[in-house]
């Protein structure tokens, strides 16, 4: 049950439910980031970081379907993209994916958010990179995990939706913040099957 807004830790689970217990349909995944002011030759020259969000569903350990800047939605049609941001410019969400999930194909049971540096910078240009869970009916806020220090590598494995073993309709959410040495989706799959 979720009633104020929680601050995750990596690791830590949380029962994405409503104040009386009941599932969530739809939740919004948002990722926001801001260049490192400091980086770059004393403080000038850090690149435009362009950082994609990406939803990558399985079905056990096999991928079933991502969504991500350049395939919008999954084939089911329960996870949807809202569209590319280049820079992390400008205040709020970056990107943000929106997750139906009593539309989620009935034999995914795992849904991983990562965030990969698209150029191939690694995350050490990044600062204050987040991805907040939002109920998307209720535009209410649940939880959030925020990361402070850059990261060396790539990507970010943000955060995993389960479905739970004991109820097909439930989902809960697991905080993962951990660096991962991708810039592409399509080619995280193997090592985002670790955190399954």
Same mark, same amino acid.
């Given at each position: 049950?979720?009633?104020?807004?929680?601050?995750?830790?990596?690791?830590?689970? =949380?029962?994405?439910?409503?104040?009386?217990?009941?599932?969530?349909?739809?939740?919004?995944?948002?990722?926001?980031?801001?260049?490192?002011? /400091?980086?770059?030759?004393?403080?000038?020259?850090?690149?435009?970081?362009?950082?994609?969000?990406?939803?990558?569903?399985?079905?056990?350990?096999? =991928?079933?379907?991502?969504?991500?800047?350049?395939?919008?939605?999954?084939?089911?049609?329960?996870?949807?993209?809202?569209?590319?941001?280049?820079?992390?410019?400008?205040?709020?969400?970056?990107?943000?994916?929106?997750?139906?999930?009593?539309?989620?194909?009935?034999?995914?049971?795992?849904?991983?958010?990562?965030?990969?540096?698209?150029?191939?910078?690694?995350?050490?240009?990044?600062?204050?990179?987040?991805?907040?869970?939002? *109920?998307?009916?209720?535009?209410?806020?649940?939880?959030?995990? /925020?990361?402070?220090?850059?990261?060396?590598? /790539?990507?970010?494995?943000?955060?995993?939706?389960?479905?739970?073993? *004991?109820?097909?309709?439930?989902? /809960?959410?697991?905080?993962?913040?951990?660096?991962?040495?991708?810039?592409?989706?399509? *080619?995280?799959?193997?090592? =985002?099957?670790?955190?399954?």
């Amino acid at each position: 049950m979720i009633g104020a807004m929680i601050a995750l830790q990596p690791g830590q689970e =949380l029962a994405l439910t409503d104040d009386d217990g009941h599932p969530l349909r739809r939740v919004r995944l948002g990722v926001g980031w801001d260049k490192e002011r /400091t980086a770059g030759f004393i403080g000038t020259g850090a690149p435009e970081i362009d950082l994609d969000a990406s939803a990558v569903q399985f079905r056990g350990r096999e =991928l079933f379907d991502l969504a991500f800047y350049n395939h919008l939605a999954t084939r089911d049609g329960s996870v949807v993209h809202q569209g590319d941001n280049t820079s992390g410019s400008g205040a709020g969400d970056d990107e943000v994916v929106v997750v139906e999930l009593g539309s989620v194909y009935h034999q995914v049971d795992a849904v991983v958010l990562l965030v990969s540096s698209y150029q191939g910078h690694t995350l050490e240009w990044v600062d204050n990179a987040y991805c907040r869970i939002v *109920d998307d009916e209720r535009d209410v806020e649940l939880a959030r995990l /925020t990361l402070t220090a850059g990261v060396p590598q /790539t990507g970010l494995a943000l955060a995993v939706l389960r479905r739970t073993a *004991d109820d097909p309709e439930a989902w /809960t959410l697991r905080a993962l913040g951990e660096g991962i040495a991708v810039s592409k989706p399509t *080619d995280a799959v193997e090592v =985002l099957r670790r955190f399954l």
